[in-house]
């Protein structure tokens, strides 16, 4: 397993409640899959996806990158760890709204360290990978949701992650777009061998799953 959990919770305290957004989470995700997390809307799947990509720390249970834990480790690693390991592409876009697609990307390569030299090749090859080779100039603002969302994909894979983690990437787009966006995750994980985990709730998407995962309530209710 690259990525593993046992018995994670994560409870929340606001206004004098408490709401438990995971409870007892054991699961596991192999490398070189595509593996999906489903669950309606509150079901917990940000939570998790924050938590196995150390954004955030469980309130209890432990977390395991390969074999070092790593819900317990000291914040400035887990900071190399997602700046070096980890790709992420959240839930809404999150692109520099006026720098190109193409500065969006190098910048994310500067941010992980990525040699300067090889910057400017690796950010257009990345690009051309996703298709938007011709769109690299355009500044984010002017693109399509779609293409937006190309760009995302292409900044969180360039500087060359082991695992990739996905918030509801095809939430914002159209069903034929969604499978666009999946099915080059599939060739990602075929081809580079990447670990890409990501949450939906679209069955159109969830087929295309090598593992899936079901979250309600919090708790984990099923696994194919
Ligand atoms: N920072 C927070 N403070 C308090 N409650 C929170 C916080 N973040 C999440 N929650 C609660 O935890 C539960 C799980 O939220 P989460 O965002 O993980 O759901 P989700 O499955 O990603 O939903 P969606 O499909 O709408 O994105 C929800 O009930 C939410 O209100
Ligand atoms: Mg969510």
Do not use: W
């Not at 593996?35 to 309130?59: C, H, Q, V």
């Not at 900071?79 to 190109?100: E, W, Y």
């Not at 081809?191 to 998407?205: A, V």
């Amino acid at each position: 397993m690259i990525l593993k959990t046992t018995g994670v919770c994560r409870d929340f305290h606001s206004g004098g409640e408490t709401v438990h957004a995971l409870q007892d989470v054991s699961i596991g995700v192999k490398p070189g899959t595509l593996t999906m997390l489903r669950g309606r809307s509150g079901s917990g799947k940000t939570t998790l996806l924050n938590i196995l990509g150390a954004l955030d720390y469980p309130s209890c249970g432990e977390v395991y990158f390969g074999k070092e834990r790593i819900d317990t480790l000291p914040e400035k690693k887990r900071d190399t760890l997602r700046r070096t390991k980890i790709g992420f592409i959240f839930q809404s876009v999150a692109l520099i709204a006026n720098m190109s697609a193409y500065e969006n990307v190098e910048f994310g390569l500067r941010l992980s360290g990525y040699p300067a030299a090889q910057r400017r090749a690796r950010a257009e090859e990345c690009l051309e990978l996703i298709g938007l080779g011709k769109r690299k100039g355009h500044r984010a603002q002017e693109l399509s949701g779609g293409e937006q969302q190309r760009v995302a994909i292409a900044r969180a894979m360039a500087h060359n992650p082991s695992m990739i983690f996905a918030d509801e990437p095809t939430a914002e787009l159209d069903t034929q777009m969604g499978l666009i966006v999946v099915r080059l995750f599939r060739e990602m994980v075929e081809k580079q061998g990447l670990t890409i985990l990501m949450t939906t709730h679209d069955p159109n998407m969830i087929e295309l799953a090598d593992h899936v995962y079901e979250l309600h309530d919090g708790v984990i209710i099923s696994e194919r």
